[in-house]
């Protein structure tokens, strides 16, 4: 199966604030599809470039997160502590040094089956079921049922942009600007409205 040349695109604006709507961070990064083929991993940027290179400790734990399995995730290479649980306290431990890793918020394919087309709850609920453990790979959480702009108020308090709503029915279109994900930043977020465009989230 092939990989997408570029992700979704959200287009910038207001949250909905709608329950037919779920809510993620939108984390500081790089934009990727890594692609697994059972061995080993490939990282394309947002811009359809290749990072396998630039990130090579992020491209072995994927592969090695995935198990053997066929995948092709999306996501954002960050430098943060986690994106799995980003509002918990901080723990008494010494903090790690600066690592650079891969958090995941959407998966295209899995096991050369294409789930380009299955809407957004049904993709989060087969990505969430993985089990993608590893110290460099987390899957980044998403909300449901909770106020968008207590959501922006909690963002403003992480290393993150803003948060991206996304319609829960919305199937994946590559390379795409989809009004179906919408980009609120916490810097723009009470600037006048201005027209959507595209957002590389």
């Known amino acids: ?94 903090e790690l040094p600066p690592a650079v890793r891969l958090c995941a918020f959407d998966l295209l394919s899995a096991e050369e089956q294409d789930l380009t087309s299955w809407p957004y709850l049904a993709r989060r609920h087969h990505l969430e079921g993985l089990g993608l453990e590893h110290a460099l790979v987390s899957v980044a959480p998403s909300w449901r049922g909770v106020e968008a702009e207590a959501m922006l108020a909690a963002a403003a308090q992480q290393h993150v942009r803003g948060i991206v709503s996304k319609e829960i029915e919305s199937t994946y279109h590559p390379g795409r600007c989809s009004l179906s994900w919408i980009a609120t930043s916490i810097r723009n977020h009470f600037a006048p409205t201005q027209a959507p465009v595209a957002a590389r989230v």
């Open 1 to 94: 199966m092939s990989v997408p040349r570029t992700p979704m695109l959200a287009v910038t604006g207001r949250p909905p604030d709608n329950p037919a709507w779920a809510i993620e961070l939108q984390w500081e990064g790089a934009r990727v599809l890594a692609a697994c083929d059972g061995t080993t991993c490939h990282l394309q940027g947002g811009d359809g470039s290749d990072l396998t290179g630039s990130y090579p400790e992020v491209a072995a734990a994927v592969a090695a997160a995935a198990h053997g399995r066929v995948l092709t995730l999306d996501g954002v290479i960050t430098e943060i502590a986690t994106c799995a649980e980003p509002f918990a306290p901080p723990h008494d431990s010494p």
